[in-house]
């Protein structure tokens, strides 16, 4: 027998008589039931909470972009071929990743990208390579991601989020830089990936 | 070599260092868990859903096994099935050649240690390198994990940073041992491996049968590195991790980082299906492996074990874990989970004393995010222990020796007039810190209350005299 028949006959001598569980599925929180703006606050606290760069503007785009490049020090930045007209800051070179090659990519200081949707009770981010995010390496490799969430794409609970995701996307929830506490529980932001995420949020 | 947890024990207890470093560790992770579990106000009905998905998944597994594969074939992927150990690095070890590579980039994964892949890989000329910080440290200094979620809690930054100026090349040379400086470095040397690296293997957290969507998280980014850079990516997941549908996500994405590490979103959380063109791996597969699962299914009573979602809560809370540390498991499933998951793996002959490590106080079925009950199925497993002839003979003849003697009231009166003629030797504050064979097993990990001057019958028969 091999090993795909092995396995089933095995489970399927394992479970037989045994009733299947009548257990209703319990109700759990799956809308946000606070107003719109303390919601907001909620989202932008929990970046915070995680170290990340916070701005957020009720105006154009691209000023703001370029205010916050500026102060980290970035000119140069990879950016998905789809990158919104209005996204573009000035003094900034966008290298449009035109499926560029690894090593290429690893030498871009930053990415600029959107995103699918943010969740608000978490503080994520979650990417799935649609509209203005590309593929997943882009926010991978830079040392420094900028990233765009606007007001409607906030949804307050984690069940929302996985309600509007569409499942055979690439998807990537990103919840603050990455970290590690593997030595001695000292907690250490940055190991791989985006040492450092800022998030602008308009609306 | 059975898994002999007494003997493990007594080395932990000795081990002062070690002691410190679990009891910072827990203490810190449980005031984080128990802060963030409290602030959802849905905690309760979370761990009831978890739970009952869990047991929905389980009672239809055949069902949920089948349309996953369909699922995973779908999107581009291929799904392997592997009854046991050896037939899963057989696959894997197949996979990893049919590359033409002879390295492989790992992500943290407790199955391909459960498997023994990296022996096996190493014997077939493959190098195995791990990608998770801790595991990376553990594997540099050929040790074993101790913890499920902080592998390497056993080892100070000093001793860490020795390691690396050894194993680093390059990347080592004038390390301090401050934890930033250790992070960057293992980030520079991990990097080119990332880049030039053609196979990525991982364990997997979740896969959905509905969708085929099988899920990672992670906090280093290695996981992200691992699963979207390589052109071939195999993951490996026991058959009970699968979820019935994508909706289930809701439920563990909250438990599992809540309850893991204490954050209410790790960094990090990777979704695939199947093969995405333009976008991480050309070639992907997926192992499922039976290994012993099924045999646990098969238990109605211990069942539950495979809701597991390692989560290591159980062990933060577990004052045996803290006292006698990981590697008294001989597993890398260790605390209380390990106590119940290891010896139905791998027999109750060989880890028949696992189910023993526990004082049964409930701290673990109170914290755990899937509600299993630990404490009843160690009872249970103990139970078997004894049935099936496993338990060890010096318990047994000492079992036999009292029943005997409490059935027979002057052999009871001579043998505690000996006792206490006999423990005056031994005995200190009170107690009796060692007593001899075969008693010493018992006294090996526990100090033994000494008997009182006087027994109770001896004061009542003198009240009476009165």
Redesign the interface.
């Given at each position: 027998m091999?090993?795909?028949d092995?396995?089933?006959s095995?489970?399927?001598?394992?479970?037989a008589g045994?009733p299947?569980?009548v257990?209703?599925?319990?109700?759990?929180?799956?809308v946000w039931e606070g107003d719109r703006e303390a919601m907001v606050e909620r989202f932008l606290d929990?970046l915070r909470d995680?170290n990340v760069g916070v701005t957020r503007t009720s105006g154009t785009v691209a000023p703001a972009l370029a205010g916050i490049l500026a102060g980290r020090g970035i000119d140069r930045l990879a950016v998905p071929t789809d990158l919104p007209a209005e996204w573009r800051p000035d003094g900034v070179a966008l290298v449009p990743d035109d499926?560029l090659p690894?090593?290429a990519l690893?030498a871009i200081p930053g990415a600029l990208t959107g995103a699918a949707l943010a969740?608000a009770?978490?503080?994520?981010i979650v990417l799935d390579?649609g509209a203005a995010q590309g593929?997943?390496?882009l926010t991978?490799l830079p040392d420094y991601h900028l990233c765009v969430v606007r007001a409607e794409q906030l949804v307050g609970l984690?069940?929302e989020?996985?309600?509007a995701l569409v499942?055979?996307?690439?998807?990537?929830?990103?919840?603050?830089?990455?970290?590690?506490?593997?030595?001695?529980?000292?907690r250490?932001v940055?190991?791989?990936?985006p040492r450092r995420l800022d998030v602008l949020f308009v609306g | 070599m059975s898994t002999n947890f007494p003997t493990r024990a007594a080395d932990g207890l000795r081990n002062t260092q070690q002691r410190r470093?679990l009891a910072?560790?827990t203490n810190?992770?449980r005031g984080k868990t128990a802060k963030v579990t409290a602030e959802?106000?849905?905690w309760e009905?979370?761990r009831?859903?978890g739970?009952?998905?869990k047991?929905?998944a389980?009672?239809?597994?055949?069902q949920y096994?089948?349309q996953l594969e369909e699922m995973v074939t779908k999107?581009g992927g291929h799904v392997?099935?592997?009854?046991d150990a050896a037939?899963a690095r057989e696959i894997i070890v197949r996979l990893t050649r049919q590359a033409g590579t002879d390295q492989v980039i790992k992500i943290k994964s407790m199955t391909t240690d459960e498997i023994e892949l990296n022996p096996a890989l190493e014997e077939a000329g493959i190098r195995p390198y791990e990608?998770?910080?801790?595991d990376m440290?553990v594997q540099m200094a050929k040790e074993r994990p101790s913890h499920l979620l902080?592998?390497?809690?056993h080892k100070?930054?000093v001793e860490?940073r020795d390691l690396f100026r050894a194993e680093m090349g390059e990347h080592g040379t004038g390390l301090s041992d401050r934890?930033?400086d250790?992070?960057r470095a293992?980030?520079a040397y991990?990097?080119q491996k990332?880049?030039e690296t053609k196979v990525a293997i991982s364990g997997a957290n979740f896969a959905?049968a509905?969708?085929?969507?099988v899920g990672v998280v992670e906090?280093?980014?290695?996981g992200?590195?691992c699963?979207?850079?390589p052109q071939v990516l195999i993951s490996i997941m026991g058959?009970e991790k699968v979820l019935p549908r994508?909706?289930d996500?809701?439920?563990f994405?909250?438990l599992l980082p809540r309850a893991a590490?204490g954050?209410?979103?790790?960094?990090?959380?990777?979704?695939?299906?199947?093969v995405?063109a333009?976008?991480?791996p050309c070639e992907f597969h997926l192992v499922?492996l039976?290994n012993g699962r099924?045999?646990i299914?098969?238990d109605?009573v211990a069942r539950e074990t495979l809701h597991c979602i390692r989560c290591s809560r159980c062990l933060n809370v577990c004052p045996v874990y803290e006292r006698a540390g990981g590697h008294a498991y001989d597993s890398m499933y260790q605390g209380p989970i390990g106590a119940i998951v290891t010896p139905q793996l791998r027999g109750l002959e060989e880890a028949g004393s696992l189910p023993y490590a526990s004082s049964l106080c409930g701290a673990c079925h109170e914290v755990c995010p899937v509600k299993i009950n630990i404490p009843q199925i160690l009872v249970h497993l103990r139970g078997r222990v004894v049935r099936e002839g496993h338990a060890g003979k010096g318990e047994a003849l000492a079992m036999g020796v009292a029943a005997r003697m409490f059935g027979n009231q002057g052999a009871l009166d001579w043998s505690l007039w000996a006792g206490r003629l006999g423990q005056k030797l031994l005995m200190r504050d009170g107690t009796l810190p060692w007593l001899p064979p075969p008693l010493s097993g018992w006294t090996l990990s526990r100090d033994f209350p000494a008997l009182p001057e006087q027994s109770f019958r001896d004061w009542w028969q003198k009240r009476e005299d009165k």
């Amino acid at each position: 027998m091999n090993g795909r028949d092995l396995i089933l006959s095995r489970v399927r001598a394992a479970i037989a008589g045994s009733p299947p569980p009548v257990t209703p599925t319990p109700a759990i929180n799956r809308v946000w039931e606070g107003d719109r703006e303390a919601m907001v606050e909620r989202f932008l606290d929990r970046l915070r909470d995680y170290n990340v760069g916070v701005t957020r503007t009720s105006g154009t785009v691209a000023p703001a972009l370029a205010g916050i490049l500026a102060g980290r020090g970035i000119d140069r930045l990879a950016v998905p071929t789809d990158l919104p007209a209005e996204w573009r800051p000035d003094g900034v070179a966008l290298v449009p990743d035109d499926n560029l090659p690894h090593g290429a990519l690893n030498a871009i200081p930053g990415a600029l990208t959107g995103a699918a949707l943010a969740i608000a009770e978490t503080g994520s981010i979650v990417l799935d390579g649609g509209a203005a995010q590309g593929r997943r390496a882009l926010t991978l490799l830079p040392d420094y991601h900028l990233c765009v969430v606007r007001a409607e794409q906030l949804v307050g609970l984690v069940p929302e989020a996985i309600a509007a995701l569409v499942p055979n996307r690439p998807i990537t929830f990103c919840s603050g830089p990455s970290a590690t506490a593997d030595i001695e529980l000292d907690r250490v932001v940055g190991v791989h990936g985006p040492r450092r995420l800022d998030v602008l949020f308009v609306g | 070599m059975s898994t002999n947890f007494p003997t493990r024990a007594a080395d932990g207890l000795r081990n002062t260092q070690q002691r410190r470093n679990l009891a910072k560790a827990t203490n810190t992770i449980r005031g984080k868990t128990a802060k963030v579990t409290a602030e959802l106000p849905d905690w309760e009905a979370l761990r009831e859903a978890g739970k009952a998905i869990k047991r929905e998944a389980h009672a239809k597994l055949d069902q949920y096994l089948l349309q996953l594969e369909e699922m995973v074939t779908k999107a581009g992927g291929h799904v392997h099935w592997a009854a046991d150990a050896a037939e899963a690095r057989e696959i894997i070890v197949r996979l990893t050649r049919q590359a033409g590579t002879d390295q492989v980039i790992k992500i943290k994964s407790m199955t391909t240690d459960e498997i023994e892949l990296n022996p096996a890989l190493e014997e077939a000329g493959i190098r195995p390198y791990e990608t998770d910080l801790a595991d990376m440290i553990v594997q540099m200094a050929k040790e074993r994990p101790s913890h499920l979620l902080v592998p390497a809690i056993h080892k100070n930054r000093v001793e860490i940073r020795d390691l690396f100026r050894a194993e680093m090349g390059e990347h080592g040379t004038g390390l301090s041992d401050r934890p930033p400086d250790l992070t960057r470095a293992a980030r520079a040397y991990l990097r080119q491996k990332f880049m030039e690296t053609k196979v990525a293997i991982s364990g997997a957290n979740f896969a959905v049968a509905e969708t085929g969507t099988v899920g990672v998280v992670e906090s280093e980014g290695n996981g992200r590195m691992c699963l979207t850079l390589p052109q071939v990516l195999i993951s490996i997941m026991g058959i009970e991790k699968v979820l019935p549908r994508f909706d289930d996500l809701s439920v563990f994405l909250q438990l599992l980082p809540r309850a893991a590490t204490g954050e209410r979103m790790n960094p990090y959380n990777s979704l695939w299906t199947g093969v995405h063109a333009g976008d991480g791996p050309c070639e992907f597969h997926l192992v499922l492996l039976d290994n012993g699962r099924s045999k646990i299914l098969a238990d109605e009573v211990a069942r539950e074990t495979l809701h597991c979602i390692r989560c290591s809560r159980c062990l933060n809370v577990c004052p045996v874990y803290e006292r006698a540390g990981g590697h008294a498991y001989d597993s890398m499933y260790q605390g209380p989970i390990g106590a119940i998951v290891t010896p139905q793996l791998r027999g109750l002959e060989e880890a028949g004393s696992l189910p023993y490590a526990s004082s049964l106080c409930g701290a673990c079925h109170e914290v755990c995010p899937v509600k299993i009950n630990i404490p009843q199925i160690l009872v249970h497993l103990r139970g078997r222990v004894v049935r099936e002839g496993h338990a060890g003979k010096g318990e047994a003849l000492a079992m036999g020796v009292a029943a005997r003697m409490f059935g027979n009231q002057g052999a009871l009166d001579w043998s505690l007039w000996a006792g206490r003629l006999g423990q005056k030797l031994l005995m200190r504050d009170g107690t009796l810190p060692w007593l001899p064979p075969p008693l010493s097993g018992w006294t090996l990990s526990r100090d033994f209350p000494a008997l009182p001057e006087q027994s109770f019958r001896d004061w009542w028969q003198k009240r009476e005299d009165k």
